[in-house]
């Protein structure tokens, strides 16, 4: 499986942002999709996560900020951060998980500046 991530950049704090995230290879349709980030110094902590049936589930630090989505077709996730703070600042890694394994994104850069 390769997964494509695109929309990182920068941002001033308050600001918004939409990372995209598709997959392509062998895909299985039953399988979970979701964003993790890793600032420097940091472990790698989960943004947010969807299963293919719609489930989702999200950090603590994100309080209603981030929305994850997916178009099961085009085989997507999306990530809609609003109220972006400096504290989001990292590279945000796109994941999915499905019966034959584990799989990363490249990852993409987002910087909030305050």
């Not at 997964?3 to 979970?32: H, K, P």
């Not at 420097?40 to 489930?55: D, F, N, W």
């Not at 850069?109 to 305050?114: G, L, M, W």
Request: charged share 15%; proline share 1%.
């Amino acid at each position: 499986v390769q997964l494509q991530a695109c929309g990182g950049g920068l941002v001033q704090a308050g600001g918004s942002l939409r990372l995209s995230c598709a997959a392509s290879g062998t895909i299985f349709s039953i399988n979970v999709m979701g964003w993790y980030r890793q600032a420097p110094g940091k472990q790698r902590e989960l943004v947010a996560a969807i299963t293919s049936g719609g489930s989702t589930n999200y950090g603590d630090f994100v309080k209603g900020r981030f929305t994850i989505s997916r178009d099961n077709a085009k085989n997507t996730v999306y990530l809609q951060m609003n109220s972006l703070k400096s504290e989001d600042t990292a590279v945000y890694y796109c994941n999915r998980r499905q019966r034959d394994g584990n799989y990363w994104g490249q990852g993409t850069q987002v910087t909030v500046s305050s």
